[in-house]
Every structure is written in C-alpha cells, then in structure tokens.
C-alpha cells in the first residue's frame, strides 16, 4: 500500500508547491509510481506540471463530491511516473460544501483508499491555510511535510500546525506523523538564514532534513515552463536538492521497513 504525504504550512510563500511537484517528480525518478494530488484551489500544481486548468474537465472537486470516480480523472504527466489529480477553482466551494456531508474531514481519505494500492507514493499539495480541505489532507495522510522558508518570522503559525496535527492524532485515533520539517529558499551566504536554520534545528531536532532546498531563480522558473526542475534543469542546484531529499526520505522508509538484528 502506497505511502501518503500531506505537505502543508498554512503560511504561503514557503515553497510548498515547489516542493510537492519537484519531491514528486524526484520520488518518480527513482523508477516509482507516484501520484500528485492538488487539493490547492490556486491549483499551482496542475499548472506547474503542465496541465492546463480546463474547467470541462473534472478535477478533485468532482470526487470530493461525489460526482467521479477518483481513477478517472487521474491525469498522466510529461513526466515518466507521475500523475495528476488536478484542482480547479471549483475547490474554492468545497470548504462550504463538504460542511454538509456526514464524515466531511475523512472525505479525502475514503476517495484516494482505491488508489493506495496502485502508486508507492501519494503526494497531497495543501492549501496555505488550515481550513477543512487541509484537514481532509492531514486525516487522509500517514505523515506531514513542513517546508519552512529560512526568514525571520519561520516559526510562526507552525506551532499551530503541530497542535492541528496532535488533535487529528486524538480525535481520529490517527497515527499522523511528522515527515520532517524541510529548510527552503536556504541561503547560506547570510547570517539570518543561518541564524534560522540553527534555531530551527535546535527546536525540531530530528524532525529537520538534513537536505536543505537553496534559494534559485531556475527553481523558479521551472513552474512558468509547466516542467518539475529535473525536466527543466537537471544540472541546476535545485535539482540535486530535490534528488537528495527523495533519497533521503526513500532512506528513512526503508530504516523504518527493515527490522534491527536484535528483532530478527
């Protein structure tokens, strides 16, 4: 059964959709079957992977609602491995409309149940606020990713994140865990950034990547072309940052997959 990752801050402007498409498209080159799920309204995702926003086509809100099935309108990507489930502005609505329905925060995770089976890693780009459609995404999930952008104010809103992922833990009987909080935008020529990655560690612990992702115009660029930075520039260091942390998460699976000698 494939392994579901939220990745969420509800603080915009942190890199988090540049790292749901580049982690995906970094997870799908190490020969895996990965799926993107925009469950952004902005849909910066589908665009970023090159799908147009066609508002005739059924995106995430069709499922959520009942109104498709989840396999169908599973988008194939440019990129080898990589699918899409898109978002249109549709989503904009679902925080309203999904107040409705019995069971609303486990919606999500009812929908993708089918799809677990067919991909190793299902990656879900949330919105950068925490309202019920990142609440389906944290319920619908085995872990959190947390990119922090390395400024002044990077701890800020985080310790409400972490108290949103205690009461989901709680209230749902839900193991979710923290994937790691990932340092982005990192430039280590200042003193503040270095300042913030040092406190950020001191805080998190552990729970910080030891791979950081550097502030870069071309990772930057990459999403106007409708390409992940692997597609776009493979050489550039955004690349190799995003190479890294698929590895290293890839390691961490397979640290927590594979018994101690003292278990066997």
């Not at 790691?180 to 280590?188: A, I, K, N, P, W």
């Not at 050489?235 to 699976?253: F, H, Q, T, V, W």
């Given at each position: 059964m494939g392994k579901v990752?939220?990745?969420a801050n509800q603080k915009g402007g942190v890199g988090k959709t540049t790292?749901?498409?580049?982690?995906?498209?970094?997870?799908?080159?190490?020969?895996?079957?990965?799926?993107?799920?925009?469950?952004?309204?902005?849909?910066?995702?589908?665009?970023?992977?090159?799908?147009?926003?066609?508002h005739e086509r059924a995106s995430l809100y069709h499922a959520l609602m009942g109104q498709r099935e989840i396999g169908s309108i599973t988008v194939q990507t440019d990129f080898f491995g990589l699918d899409l489930i898109p978002a249109d502005r549709n989503l904009v609505g679902a925080n309203l409309e999904l107040i409705e329905f019995e069971g609303r925060e486990t919606r999500l995770r009812q929908t993708?149940?089918?799809?677990?089976?067919?991909?190793?890693?299902?990656?879900?780009?949330?919105?950068?606020?925490?309202?019920?459609?990142?609440?389906?995404?944290?319920?619908?999930?085995?872990?959190?990713?947390?990119?922090?952008?390395?400024?002044?104010f990077a701890l800020e809103g985080i310790s409400q994140l972490l108290d949103t992922v205690e009461r989901i833990r709680e209230s749902f009987h839900h193991p979710l865990k923290?994937?790691?909080?990932?340092?982005?935008?990192?430039?280590?020529?200042?003193?503040?950034?270095r300042q913030v990655a040092a406190d950020l560690r001191e805080f998190f612990s552990d729970e910080v990547f030891k791979t950081v992702i550097p502030r870069?115009?071309?990772?930057?660029?990459?999403?106007?072309?409708?390409?992940?930075?692997?597609a776009?520039?493979?050489?550039?260091?955004?690349?190799?940052?995003?190479?890294?942390?698929?590895?290293?998460?890839?390691?961490?699976?397979q640290d927590v997959r594979t018994p101690t000698e003292g278990a066997r």
């Open positions: 990752i939220a990745i790292t749901a498409i580049n982690l995906a498209a970094s997870l799908a080159a190490n020969d895996l079957r990965v799926l993107l799920v925009d469950a952004d309204p902005q849909g910066n995702s589908t665009t970023g992977l090159g799908v147009s926003k066609d993708l149940q089918t799809l677990r089976d067919k991909y190793e890693y299902i990656l879900i780009d949330c919105p950068p606020a925490l309202d019920l459609l990142t609440l389906n995404a944290l319920v619908a999930a085995d872990s959190v990713l947390i990119p922090i952008q390395c400024e002044f923290i994937e790691g909080v990932l340092l982005t935008m990192f430039d280590e020529r200042t003193n503040l950034t870069s115009v071309r990772l930057a660029e990459a999403p106007s072309y409708g390409k992940p930075i692997l776009y520039d493979i050489r550039s260091r955004g690349a190799e940052s995003y190479i890294r942390l698929a590895k290293e998460i890839l390691a961490n699976d």
